[in-house]
């Protein structure tokens, strides 16, 4: 008679995704630690500092060129500018006060200045240019990395729209705000309050801006209720997952934007994390739906319909957050 041992018990989803994170670079396992496993913070700290001297932060830090530019430019058409490595660095959360950023970012901020146009040619990197959705992402890194950004903050509140948005196509009469610019510009205002800038004026159109996104459901037209198909300017489809997502706004990036803004959740975004969970896969990760195309100075995801640890520690966190409502 055959024997029949005990079968071992199945792996648990959610532990299992965690453990896959928490074996990736340390951009990825601090924050892990910090938002889905609660870990102390001196341990959270010290993985946090790995950034800067290990993996991608350490590899991008490098790529730095002694004029303080990346790729040769303030901001250019790739993935590989000053700008949108700081938005990466950003993003993989390199401590503003470590030694190695301070060095960074002060070499942006004394040597890159903008070139190609006569209305903001050899203006200093944080001092920005005139499209508020360029602004918005520079205001948003300048804030963070502890720079003097309060003239792009002066200049994108003034750039509110009636509807409560925003849109670098205003200056050629577009009277309706962009959800591209507006996530751009929202994030640069709460990074600035964030950072010690809170006024009065910045609260109040940085809540004007989350209600545009709020009253739409993140992706619904206002006028007829249905879903936003493509975005009107690049052609994305705002339901699929972008990281990094530079200026393309998705669902994903509004529902993270509102999560660290400290918004409290509401049926009006049922809908939007109904959509998070669909992507959860059978191994309770989230694909990499889609890659803009550019260059990428350092590869941070497996590539294009693969799982992505970015989009799993997002959705992740967009969960819990919203789990936690009232």
């Not at 190695?100 to 146009?117: F, I, K, Y």
């Not at 003097?148 to 009277?175: H, K, M």
């Not at 507006?182 to 910045?202: D, N």
């Amino acid at each position: 008679m055959a024997t029949h041992l005990p079968q071992p018990p199945a792996p648990q989803p959610e532990r299992s995704v965690i453990q896959w994170l928490l074996e990736a670079d340390p951009s990825i396992r601090w924050q892990t630690m910090r938002d889905l496993t609660h870990t102390p913070t001196e341990e959270v700290a010290a993985e946090r500092a790995k950034v800067a001297t290990e993996g991608w932060g350490g590899r991008l830090l490098a790529l730095q060129g002694a004029d303080g530019c990346w790729g040769g430019a303030a901001w250019n058409r790739g993935w590989d500018s000053t700008m949108h490595v700081l938005m990466l660095l950003r993003d993989l959360g390199l401590d503003p006060a470590s030694a190695e950023a301070r060095r960074a970012v002060g070499l942006v901020r004394d040597h890159v200045t903008w070139q190609g146009d006569k209305e903001y040619e050899g203006n200093a990197f944080f001092a920005g240019e005139v499209e508020p959705c360029i602004n918005g992402q520079v205001g948003a890194v300048g804030a963070y990395f502890g720079q003097d950004v309060r003239d792009i903050i002066e200049r994108l509140l003034g750039e509110q729209l009636p509807d409560g948005g925003w849109n670098c196509e205003a200056a050629n009469g577009s009277t309706r705000s962009s959800f591209n610019t507006t996530i751009c510009v929202l994030e640069a205002l709460l990074e600035y309050e964030l950072a010690g800038g809170s006024r009065p004026e910045v609260t109040e159109a940085r809540q004007r801006g989350e209600a545009y996104l709020l009253e739409r459901r993140l992706f619904h037209r206002l006028s007829t209720g249905e879903v936003i198909q493509r975005d009107r300017k690049g052609g994305a489809p705002w339901t699929r997952f972008a990281f990094p997502t530079w200026w393309h706004y998705d669902v994903l990036r509004g529902l993270e934007y509102l999560r660290r803004a400290g918004v409290a959740p509401d049926e009006r975004l049922a809908e939007a994390i109904a959509l998070v969970e669909s992507k959860r896969d059978g191994d309770g990760r989230w694909p990499l739906d889609t890659q803009y195309p550019g260059r990428m100075p350092v590869e941070i995801d497996e590539g294009e319909g693969r799982p992505s640890r970015w989009n799993t520690l997002r959705a992740l966190r967009v969960l819990d957050w919203y789990a936690a409502r009232g």
